[in-house]
């Protein structure tokens, strides 16, 4: 299958700062992008949807303010969490696929801490 | 609302036995549904896929059998092996939005 990385794997970062979440995928031209969440011992929740070039699709009860999500190419969507807070401590995975196909490739997540 | 649930949050089975993995739907549009193994801190790792023009599909070790009546899919994992031990997903999506929605996981222990 394809290879999605993310960068960084793991941060931490205080309260109140913005940290930003990097996805590529490395072996073929992503048309849509997807970010999940998954706290502790719960199910991968879909936080939005990314399309090459146009603005993100958010899900029901994802503050789009708070989850800046850019797909500027079709290798590389990321995820910029503004002014975290603790509450934002997840696991924060992407995936990539092509439009009009089911196939997503997943990438390896990244642990977000804040502090 | 949960759209995709897995009803059993953890099963043990004993190696070479069969593991059975459940997962129910509630929404009609749902047309692909797929599995997907887990660890913590890693991503999911797919496992096998089905489209709702069928009723199952067979990879390897792993079946996926698809009930659409009773909106209802399991996964058979035959024989079963310490490593597959780790969380499993269900997923769902259509082709509408190509989304997935994740069921709530099942925490498979294979005891050797």
């Known amino acids: 299958g394809a290879v999605v990385s993310q960068h960084p794997s793991w941060v931490i970062c205080k309260s109140g700062t913005s940290v930003k979440i990097e996805c590529r995928s490395l072996d073929f031209q992503a048309t849509t992008m997807f970010w999940y969440r998954q706290f502790p011992k719960q199910s991968l929740m879909l936080m939005a949807t990314?399309?090459?070039?146009?603005?993100?699709?958010?899900e029901q009860g994802v503050e789009k303010d708070k989850f800046l999500i850019n797909h500027a190419s079709l290798t590389l969507s990321t995820l910029t969490v503004t002014s975290a807070h603790p509450e934002d401590s997840s696991f924060y995975i992407c995936?990539?696929?092509?439009?009009?196909?089911?196939?997503?490739?997943f990438g390896p997540g990244t642990r977000l801490t804040v502090t | 609302d949960q759209q995709v649930k897995q009803n059993s949050p953890s099963l043990s089975v004993q190696e070479g036995r069969i593991s059975i993995l459940n997962c129910d739907y509630t929404n009609s549009m749902f047309d692909y549904f797929l599995w997907y193994k887990k660890y913590p801190a890693e991503g999911p790792t797919f496992l096998i896929s089905?489209?709702?023009?069928?009723d199952k599909n067979e990879d390897g070790r792993f079946t996926v059998f698809l009930n659409k009546s009773a909106k209802h899919l399991s996964l058979h994992i035959v024989p079963s092996q310490p490593g597959d031990s780790a969380v499993y997903f269900c997923?769902?999506?259509?082709?509408?939005?190509?989304?997935?929605?994740f069921g709530t996981g099942t925490r498979l222990k294979v005891l050797a």
């Open positions: 997923a769902a999506s259509d082709k509408g939005t190509y989304k997935y929605i």
């Open positions: 089905i489209s709702s023009i069928k």
């Open positions: 990314s399309n090459e070039g146009s603005k993100a699709t958010y």
């Open positions: 995936s990539a696929g092509l439009a009009g196909l089911y196939e997503q490739y």
